[in-house]
């Protein structure tokens, strides 16, 4: 039986020309099944807003819902990196300034979560990173339909996960195309390319299928979604052995495990879901202590039992006042949470000043004099004195966390000193 004001998992998959949706629900078994699907079409990009509108009539998303949004694998960047053992005290700060190293963006820029395990003596790192410019033209669309969307993900990556089976997995369509080899626990390898025409894809597969193959994980099944007919051909004509399976749908029995899932970015803090979770619990019980009491009422008075009834509603009253008690302290927990974040950014963005101002204090020479200093985004602009204004920018040069130094006006001589003006980008 479908109760549609239940919280639900549902997931929205974005493809080109189509917009999917499926509803979930767990079996006693505890795996999670597809109990409803629906596939709303779209001839042009501009037309998505017609087709998100079409599915919010159908699926009527609640507050309390599980919202996840499947994005082509172009949006996304996995990145693999691993750290001492150390960084564990202060593992955000720590995985922050190495995908400074890894990621040629601003991480302003980017939603990301990471994720670690201790492998060999090392902390084995993965993010998943996405432009916030490229998902938010998803979730304006989303969002003004009345969607609060809980994450977002790729979906092939997400497909693998719930088939869980080892072998290769193909999506896309004629302009884009996507390939992911799983091993049944991870992604082990990743494509994706995009065609200005269908006859590009042939290359795709020249190109990557072997790579796929040398990671030393041998495979004999492929899984194609929503794929164009010439990628089925082309496998067929270069690994013939190669057993191919259609998926044009989610299987109706899956593993979704969503706590687990690696690949995914949170929109909403877990904590929150967790706790909007229990806060609905609790007005379940509520109603339902209320409906058995105005159920059990005219039984009361005919059994002669209304001190029984007054005692339920006495102890209803007590239910409502704590929680009455239980939403304020809800409300003062988040206001607490948004401070400490709001804190916690700042001592980051402290820090990083702080070490950039101690490295400038150790390179730049003894005998300069610095009038002036700005931090302006990833720049550095700098005035001063010295008696060799070259040997400055030497030095600055010199330094790991700076790079593209160069004088922003010409140099100006005075007496024994050279006055300079300096931008220095960060690394």
């Excluded at 013939?240 to 970015?265: H, M, V």
Aim: overall charge neutral; aromatic content about 8%; hydrophobic content about 45%.
């Amino acid at each position: 039986m479908n109760l549609p004001w239940l919280p639900e998992t549902k997931i929205l998959l974005v493809e080109k020309e189509r917009l999917l949706f499926f509803r979930l629900r767990r079996s006693l078994g505890g795996r999670d099944q597809v109990f409803e699907r629906k596939e709303f079409l779209y001839a042009r990009p501009a037309d998505l807003k017609v087709a998100v509108a079409a599915l919010k009539n159908e699926c009527q998303p609640q507050v309390d819902d599980l919202l996840l949004l499947g994005l082509p694998l172009e949006i996304f960047t996995i990145v693999h990196f691993t750290l001492p053992l150390a960084a564990a005290e202060n593992l955000e700060d720590a995985v922050g300034y190495e995908l400074m190293r890894h990621v040629p963006h601003d991480l302003k820029g980017l939603y990301w979560r990471y994720r670690c395990q201790e492998e060999d003596g090392r902390l084995a790192v993965s993010v998943t990173l996405a432009p916030k410019i490229q998902v938010g033209e998803y979730l304006a669309l989303f969002t003004a339909a009345g969607f609060n969307l809980s994450a977002v993900f790729p979906t092939l990556f997400l497909l693998a996960w719930m088939v869980r089976e080892p072998g290769l997995y193909l999506g896309g369509n004629p302009e884009q195309r996507e390939m992911v080899l799983f091993d049944g626990q991870a992604v082990t390898f990743q494509a994706c390319e995009g065609f200005a025409e269908s006859a590009a894809a042939g290359s795709f597969l020249v190109h990557n299928l072997p790579l796929a193959e040398n990671r030393g994980l041998g495979f004999n099944k492929v899984f194609l979604w929503s794929m164009a007919e010439d990628i089925k051909l082309g496998l067929q004509e270069m690994r013939p052995a190669l057993a191919l399976e259609e998926l044009n749908q989610l299987p109706e029995t899956l593993r979704l495990e969503w706590s687990a899932f690696p690949y995914s970015i949170d929109l909403i803090s877990p904590a929150v879901l967790k706790r909007r979770r229990l806060w609905f619990k609790l007005e379940v019980a509520a109603a339902v202590f209320l409906l058995a009491a105005l159920i059990g009422q005219p039984l009361a008075v005919v059994a002669g039992k209304r001190r029984h009834l007054h005692k339920l509603e006495k102890e209803l009253k007590i239910v409502r006042l704590e929680a009455d008690k239980l939403s304020g302290i809800r409300k003062k927990n988040q206001a607490l949470i948004d401070h400490f974040e709001s804190l916690s950014q700042q001592v980051r963005q402290q820090a990083v000043t702080v070490d950039l101002l101690k490295e400038l204090t150790e390179v730049i020479p003894q005998d300069a004099w610095l009038r002036s200093l700005a931090i302006r985004s990833r720049k550095i602009y700098l005035s001063g004195t010295s008696s060799s204004a070259t040997t400055v920018v030497k030095a600055l040069e010199d330094s790991p966390l700076f790079k593209e130094v160069h004088f922003d006006s010409p140099v100006v001589k005075k007496g024994s000193n050279e006055t300079f003006k300096i931008v220095v980008d960060l690394e």
